[in-house]
Nanobody, 129 residues
Framework: FQLQASGGGSVQAGGSLKLSCVIS????????IGWFRQAPGKQREGVGC????????NYADSVKGRFTISRDKAKNTVYLQMNNLNPEDTAVYYC???????????????????????WGQGTQVTVSS
């Protein structure tokens, strides 16, 4: 199995980036996918998630209204669209999975952060003021 994040880069405040998480090796109909980030000197935090059905999403208050998670089953990819970025969004971003075992229409981050596992290699996002 693999969860590989990519798409990071450097942008100015107010800019946008779209991250991708390519998924392989498991049936993601039974897993929620979460996005996390870790800034230097800080703990990893849950940013948002998409449910195993793809019909539900949930976001941390710090990114609500600015970030959107979606998925493309044909491409085996989950996306994190980040708009109106600010320097506080600077971090390494990761994707991970949460097992449900069946299709559900909900997920919950950051409250269920401890239930996510199989962290892929992260991608660096740097936002300058």
């Amino acid at each position: 199995f693999q969860l590989q994040a990519s798409g990071g880069g450097s942008v100015q405040a107010g800019g946008s980036l779209k991250l991708s998480c390519v998924i392989s090796g498991f049936n993601w109909e039974y897993y929620g996918i979460g996005w996390f980030r870790q800034a230097p000197g800080k703990q990893r935090e849950g940013v948002g998630c998409i449910s195993s059905s793809g019909l539900g999403a949930n976001y941390a208050d710090s990114v609500k209204g600015r970030f959107t998670i979606s998925r493309d089953k044909a491409k085996n990819t989950v996306y994190l669209q980040m708009n109106n970025l600010n320097p506080e969004d600077t971090a390494v971003y990761y994707c991970a999975r949460r097992q449900f075992g069946f299709r559900v229409n909900w997920c919950s981050l950051p409250s269920e952060s401890a239930k996510y596992f199989d962290w892929g290699q992260g991608t660096q996002v740097t936002v300058s003021s």
